[in-house]
């Protein structure tokens, strides 16, 4: 069931009295999880009640999270909950949603940072590079033990079985030399 929209606007998504979700864009009914999986696919919406066009979209956001707390791994600590909790009526609660969003804004931008610094090391490692050569030989062991275990993405032309002959090879050599460290 595919969530997107037309090149990038607001899905609308109406909320029946009956707790029933309707996702207009697709013209089905949807689950709290499709929600859930819009968020992470950056699908923009907008949940609205679908009898006084009321804005439900944080309450909903808000169920998910409550969902996700309950049922998953829990990413909220218990203290900072309370913290969280005692903000409102306090002075400062105006300025905590734009505190926390800037917060969360820099945290994804330093974790794009800290993945790309890891995919561009990995290039330059040579233990990285090993490893992922590892990584590829343990995964033609398995396409060749177990048909199907390795997934379409993963699999590799029969003209490439020079390179799994040279990594054997490598791998023969690093055994060598493991053993005449053990003596």
């Given at each position: 069931?595919?969530?997107?929209?037309?090149?990038?606007?607001?899905?609308?998504?109406?909320?029946?009295?009956?707790?029933?979700?309707?996702?207009?864009?697709?013209?089905?009914?949807?689950?709290?999880?499709?929600?859930?999986?819009?968020?992470?696919?950056?699908?923009?919406?907008?949940?609205?009640?679908?009898?006084?066009?009321?804005?439900?979209?944080?309450?909903?956001?808000?169920?998910?999270?409550?969902?996700?707390?309950?049922?998953?791994?829990?990413?909220l600590p218990t203290n900072f909950l309370r913290q969280l909790i005692s903000m409102y009526g306090n002075s400062m609660q105006a300025f905590?949603?734009?505190?926390?969003?800037?917060?969360?804004?820099?945290?994804?931008?330093?974790?794009?940072?800290?993945?790309?610094?890891?995919?561009?090391?990995?290039?330059?490692?040579?233990?990285?590079?090993?490893?992922?050569?590892?990584?590829?030989?343990?995964?033609?062991?398995?396409?060749?033990?177990?048909?199907?275990?390795?997934?379409?993405?993963?699999?590799?032309?029969?003209?490439?079985?020079?390179?799994?002959?040279?990594?054997?090879?490598?791998?023969?050599e690093m055994q060598k030399k493991l053993d005449q460290l053990v003596k």
């Amino acid at each position: 069931m595919s969530s997107e929209s037309k090149s990038g606007e607001v899905v609308i998504i109406k909320k029946y009295a009956n707790r029933r979700l309707y996702n207009t864009s697709t013209s089905s009914y949807i689950t709290l999880d499709h929600l859930a999986q819009m968020v992470k696919d950056n699908v923009d919406f907008k949940v609205l009640d679908a009898k006084t066009g009321a804005d439900l979209t944080h309450a909903i956001l808000t169920q998910i999270i409550m969902d996700e707390e309950a049922t998953g791994e829990q990413i909220l600590p218990t203290n900072f909950l309370r913290q969280l909790i005692s903000m409102y009526g306090n002075s400062m609660q105006a300025f905590l949603p734009g505190y926390l969003e800037a917060s969360m804004d820099h945290f994804r931008d330093n974790q794009a940072k800290m993945r790309k610094a890891i995919e561009e090391s990995i290039g330059t490692n040579p233990l990285a590079q090993i490893a992922q050569r590892n990584m590829e030989m343990f995964k033609a062991a398995a396409a060749a033990f177990v048909p199907g275990a390795v997934g379409k993405d993963d699999e590799k032309p029969a003209a490439e079985g020079g390179e799994l002959d040279a990594l054997r090879s490598q791998m023969a050599e690093m055994q060598k030399k493991l053993d005449q460290l053990v003596k």
